[in-house]
């Protein structure tokens, strides 16, 4: 069964070293507001909407760099003016960038948390702008024009992340691209939408240009980091209609937990499906 539009990447769980360090990070410099708290986990959002569960673990082990598990996760915001308040705010805090890209499909910006996780803040191009070659989207990797961004900022920088930002997609580093593509479209019913980048691969539902980036840029057969390593802990998709989770749940070596279907792909990543 072929994933339906209205699939949507929910929310990311991470392992963090220092909790307080982290949550400071993402509401002052990401932008995001703390939506709950206990000693251990804090859920991050905007307005009520959670869109990262971070939990703390001062003795947690770094990940490997030869290994499976989160390439950067993508806050996809409404549009090319919030995308540039974005870059404000973090030129206000000094925060350095990673990289800056024009993907055709989207403008996006690249850094990394205080823990090293790799993160992207994007916004798309209409669709209509959006070329394809049959099933697969013409997607490229440019310089962004920083100048030009920031022109579209109209001199000022939100203090937070604004109304409409979601959780666009995720990319993963995973061990194999054969028994990726396997699982994601095979199995979860995920279509793919660009393989020009060597080594990668992109899926999606209802022709987006990716909800799920695959990449085996750690080296082909890399293994799984360590049990409770920094990094993703597992992430979110969700599906419009509950029968599609039924139907999931039948095809998915998973369990289902307070109405969710948590799973494993074939390189160990952890994923919760909801309706």
């Not at 009520?48 to 673990?57: A, V």
């Not at 899926?203 to 890399?222: C, E």
């Not at 293994?223 to 029968?243: C, K, M, Q, T």
Request: contains cysteine; hydrophobic residues 40%.
């Amino acid at each position: 069964m072929t994933r339906s539009d209205g699939t949507r990447i929910g929310a990311v769980a991470l392992t963090v070293r220092d909790l307080d360090r982290s949550v400071e990070f993402y509401e002052r410099v990401l932008g995001l507001v703390a939506l709950e708290r206990d000693r251990s986990r804090v859920l991050l959002g905007v307005e009520d909407e959670t869109l990262l569960e971070l939990h703390g673990d001062p003795q947690a082990p770094l990940r490997p760099r030869r290994s499976t598990g989160l390439f950067h996760f993508a806050m996809l915001v409404p549009g090319r003016t919030e995308l540039a308040r974005a870059l404000l705010r973090l030129a206000e805090h000094r925060w350095p960038l990673t990289g800056a890209s024009d993907h055709l499909v989207s403008e996006a910006l690249y850094l990394n948390d205080p823990d090293g996780i790799g993160i992207e803040i994007y916004r798309d191009r209409p669709r209509s702008d959006w070329g394809w070659n049959g099933s697969e989207v013409r997607m490229a990797t440019l310089p962004l024009d920083l100048d030009s961004l920031l022109a579209d900022a109209g001199g000022e920088a939100d203090e937070r992340m604004p109304a409409g930002t979601t959780m666009g997609h995720v990319h993963l580093n995973v061990a194999d691209l054969t028994e990726s593509e396997r699982f994601y479209c095979g199995v979860l019913g995920f279509e793919p939408t660009a393989r020009s980048y060597p080594g990668a691969l992109f899926v999606s539902a209802g022709r987006y240009h990716h909800h799920v980036g695959l990449n085996v840029w750690n080296g082909p057969g890399a293994p799984p980091p360590p049990a409770g390593a920094v990094g993703l802990r597992h992430y979110e998709i969700s599906v419009p209609e509950a029968g599609e989770l039924d139907e999931l749940t039948e095809r998915l070596d998973g369990e289902r937990v307070n109405g969710a279907l948590a799973s494993t792909d074939p390189s160990g990543i952890r994923l919760v499906l909801r309706a």
